[in-house]
C-alpha cells in the first residue's frame, strides 16, 4: 500500500518551508495588496498530473484556502483560469531558476 504524499515527512517539511518562504501569506492576495493568512500550499503544476514537480520550489505557492479552492474546478478537476495563470507565472518562475543557474 502507498503511503498517501500529503502525509509523508517530506510534504510536511517542504509545506512549513514554503510557507514560511511566503511569510505566511496568500500569494494571490498579495497581488492586491492584501495581506490574508495561507492555509495551504498550492501545486501550481497540479501533483495529480505531474508528480515530477511535487517538491519543486518553483511549483509550489501558499494560498489561504479560498483562492486554493478556487484553482479548480471541483466538478472536473481542471484548472480554473486562476489556477492557469498560476501555472504559467510557475513555468517563468522554473525557466527563471534554470537561466540563473
Known amino acids: 500500500m ?9 510534504w510536511k517539511h517542504k509545506r512549513k ?4 518562504r511566503d511569510s505566511y501569506l496568500c ?3 498579495k497581488r492586491y495588496g492584501k495581506s490574508t493568512e495561507a492555509q495551504m500550499v498550492h501545486h501550481c503544476y497540479p501533483y495529480e498530473d505531474y508528480p515530477q514537480y511535487k517538491l519543486d520550489d518553483w511549483n509550489l ?4 484556502n479560498g483562492h486554493g479552492d478556487a484553482m479548480h474546478d471541483r466538478n ?4 480554473t483560469p486562476l489556477g492557469m495563470y498560476w501555472k504559467e ?3 517563468r518562475r522554473r ?3 534554470t537561466e540563473s543557474r
Open 61 to 64: 505557492a501558499s494560498m489561504c
Open 2 to 10: 502507498t503511503k498517501n504524499f500529503y502525509t509523508t515527512s517530506r
Open 95 to 97: 525557466e527563471n531558476d
Open 17 to 20: 518551508r514554503m510557507l514560511r
Open 76 to 79: 472536473t478537476g481542471k484548472l
Open 89 to 91: 507565472r510557475a513555468t
Open 27 to 29: 500569494q494571490e492576495c
